[in-house]
């Protein structure tokens, strides 16, 4: 396999256990109920963009990988 895909790999799974930290914070942290309504907000518009750039690199990685 290439090296640009274990890299790619490498990267989806890293992004991955960032995004299930961040989600166990936002949906199970009484912490984040305590945070302004802005800092909320701005959270989980940082996790969906990072879902986002996940389904990018998943997408790339099963293009590469055919």
Same mark, same amino acid.
């Given at each position: 396999?290439?090296?640009?895909?274990?890299?790619?790999?490498?990267?989806?799974?890293?992004? /991955?256990?960032? *995004?299930?930290?961040?989600?166990?914070?936002?949906?199970?942290? &009484?912490?984040?109920? %305590?945070?302004?309504?802005?800092?909320? /907000?701005?959270? *989980?518009?940082?996790?969906?963009?990072?879902?986002?750039?996940? &389904?990018?690199?998943? %997408?790339?990685?099963?293009?590469?990988?055919?």
């Amino acid at each position: 396999m290439s090296n640009y895909i274990d890299r790619m790999k490498v990267e989806h799974k890293d992004l /991955s256990l960032k *995004i299930d930290a961040l989600n166990g914070f936002i949906f199970g942290n &009484e912490l984040f109920k %305590s945070l302004s309504d802005i800092e909320q /907000s701005k959270m *989980i518009k940082q996790v969906g963009f990072m879902e986002s750039y996940r &389904e990018v690199l998943e %997408s790339r990685i099963w293009t590469a990988v055919k």
